[in-house]
């Protein structure tokens, strides 16, 4: 169930679920229900339940549960926009058969009230809460009692977890079949609280007319690049990635990322050191080969020897026309390649001369990094690439003008590829927020890069894996610390057999 509907593509699983021979009914029955259940673990038996009802099949949905909640002996009372008459399909339907405690939702006020139900407004709101319905909106927010969300929160936009206008905030979300992006998107998955998703009925088959390209971040994705090692094998065959030092004030990026993809799996790891900073890596670096490298006819020598399959560039390297002719050569080179921090500054405000220098063949080998400050100077110059509110559309929009792997990183990390798919993070942890820990990505993305696996695989699992790091580390976390996690979380997920 790693597929994530667009609020489109979820009504048309609706609409081939029915087209099959299930009622819309019957689907409207079974997410009543199942939002009924939720709403049931919220509460204890007989205190009061008021269901907020919108004008469409939200709004039917939360009349079905109210009639099953009040089944089971709760106290409840359906808060209507309209009577039933003035509604149209099974939302009309399903309020018909409500003979309850009934008002207005003009009306409520949320005192007695132990859980509020917002079934007002579906995934789809393309525009702003205005007028009552924003000042509803506030009423529940500002009461501190527990809101169970059907679908989404009222207010939340399902595509982009963006708030439209305004939003409830709710303790937890039921909705139906699979997510939508919206509940991996922030602000949309922290006002969501905690998701559950249920089976409607909607039989699974449908995804295959629908061939969704977003998905949840998950090692059910991309487990086949993780493998025990080849008895006969050697470490050239695990790949040789190249990490390119900073000067002598700025080797430690560089040397996190190099231990980062070693503990990856990556066959050798080669610290390409500037003369400065040469002792100083060395030292410093027992399990990790060091090099010199001076510039670019450094690093040119050291690529003469093609075993080095993989590079990463721009941790700790220093911003500059020298740093951008390095990306040149590795490009020209036809290695794997991972591009962050300085190397992505490097090119501020020129994205468009960074793209000139991909060709097709470097979608399935390259990946940049940017977090936002970075991508944000990369396309300055893009307009229509920064001008998409949500991250989703932001990588995107990015994967297709570079044609190579984007990770736009952040709490809700988004994966894209310049063919249009996309996965979100969702295990993120907040101590990662701690100064190279981004280097560390960098090096995981490059170890798995060296050892053959595609851009947009090694993004994936790079990201997943460096947040299960984050949580193995927990409190306190330095980025050194990441890399020995990261080795744990490999370690399980081959026990696990993923």
Same mark, same amino acid.
Do not use: Y
């Given at each position: 169930m790693n597929e994530l509907l667009t609020t489109e593509q979820m009504a048309e699983a609706d609409r081939l679920a029915i087209a099959s021979g299930t009622s819309g009914l019957a689907l409207m029955e079974r997410a009543g229900r199942a939002v009924a259940d939720v709403a049931g673990s919220m509460v204890t038996a007989g205190q009061h339940i008021a269901v907020l009802c919108g004008p469409g099949n939200n709004g039917g949905d939360g009349v079905v549960a109210a009639r099953v909640l009040a089944g089971r002996g709760f106290q409840v009372t359906v808060y209507r926009a309209a009577e039933p008459d003035q509604l149209r399909g099974d939302a009309?339907?399903?309020?018909?058969?409500?003979?309850?405690?009934?008002?207005?939702?003009? *009306?409520?006020?949320?005192?007695?009230? @132990?859980?509020?139900?917002?079934?007002?407004?579906?995934?789809?709101?393309?525009?702003?809460?205005?007028?009552?319905?924003?000042?509803?909106?506030?009423?529940?927010?500002?009461?501190?009692?527990?809101?169970?969300?059907?679908?989404?929160?009222?207010?939340?936009?399902?595509n982009t977890g963006q708030i439209v206008g305004v939003a409830i905030r709710a303790t937890r979300t039921v909705t139906f079949f699979r997510l939508k992006p919206g509940h991996l998107l922030y602000p949309g998955r922290r006002i969501c609280g905690e998701t559950t998703v249920v089976d409607i009925g909607i039989p699974s088959s449908v995804l295959e007319r629908i061939e969704p390209q977003l998905a949840a971040n998950s090692p059910l994705l991309w487990h086949h690049i993780l493998s025990q090692p080849d008895e006969e094998g050697h470490k050239y065959n695990r790949g040789h990635l190249l990490v390119l030092s900073g000067g002598i004030e700025s080797t430690g990026a560089a040397r996190l990322a190099a231990h980062a993809a070693a503990r990856s799996g990556a066959g050798l790891v080669t610290v390409a050191s500037p003369s400065d900073a040469l002792v100083v890596n060395a030292a410093a670096l027992t399990d990790i080969m060091v090099r010199g490298s001076d510039g670019v006819n450094g690093l040119a020598r050291l690529l003469d020897d093609g075993r080095r399959n993989a590079v990463v560039l721009g941790p700790g390297n220093g911003v500059g026309e020298a740093l951008k002719e390095c990306v040149r050569l590795v490009l020209l080179a036809k290695r794997a390649l991972v591009l962050d921090a300085d190397a992505l500054t490097?090119?501020?405000?020129?994205?468009?001369?960074?793209?000139?220098?991909?060709?097709?063949?470097?979608?399935?080998?390259?990946?940049?990094?940017?977090?936002?400050?970075?991508?944000?100077?990369?396309?300055?110059?893009?307009? @229509?690439?920064?001008a998409p509110p949500d991250r989703l559309g932001r990588a995107l929009a990015a994967a297709r003008f570079l044609g190579v792997?984007?990770?736009?990183?952040?709490?809700?990390?988004?994966?894209?590829?310049?063919?249009?798919?996309?996965?979100? *993070?969702? *295990?993120?942890?907040?101590?990662?927020?701690?100064?190279?820990?981004?280097?560390?990505?960098?090096?995981?993305?490059?170890?798995?890069?060296?050892?053959?696996?595609?851009?947009?695989?090694?993004?994936?699992?790079?990201?997943?894996?460096?947040?299960?790091?984050g949580k193995v580390a927990g409190p306190g976390l330095l980025a050194h610390d990441l890399p020995q996690a990261l080795r744990l979380v490999i370690a399980r997920l081959l026990a696990d057999g993923l």
């Open positions: 009309r339907s399903m309020s018909q058969m409500w003979s309850g405690e009934t008002a207005s939702l003009i *009306n409520f006020v949320p005192e007695h009230v @132990d859980l509020i139900v917002d079934s007002l407004f579906g995934a789809g709101l393309s525009r702003p809460l205005d007028g009552a319905a924003a000042a509803l909106v506030g009423k529940v927010n500002a009461a501190s009692i527990p809101v169970l969300a059907v679908d989404v929160p009222s207010g939340l936009n399902g490097s090119f501020a405000a020129q994205g468009a001369e960074l793209q000139a220098m991909m060709t097709r063949d470097h979608a399935s080998k390259v990946v940049v990094t940017p977090h936002d400050g970075e991508f944000s100077r990369l396309f300055s110059a893009q307009p @229509d690439i920064v792997v984007v990770v736009l990183k952040g709490p809700d990390c988004v994966i894209a590829s310049p063919d249009g798919r996309a996965v979100i *993070n969702q *295990n993120g942890t907040p101590w990662l927020a701690t100064a190279g820990s981004g280097d560390v990505l960098a090096g995981t993305i490059g170890g798995l890069l060296a050892q053959g696996a595609s851009a947009f695989d090694a993004a994936a699992a790079g990201v997943w894996l460096h947040a299960e790091a």
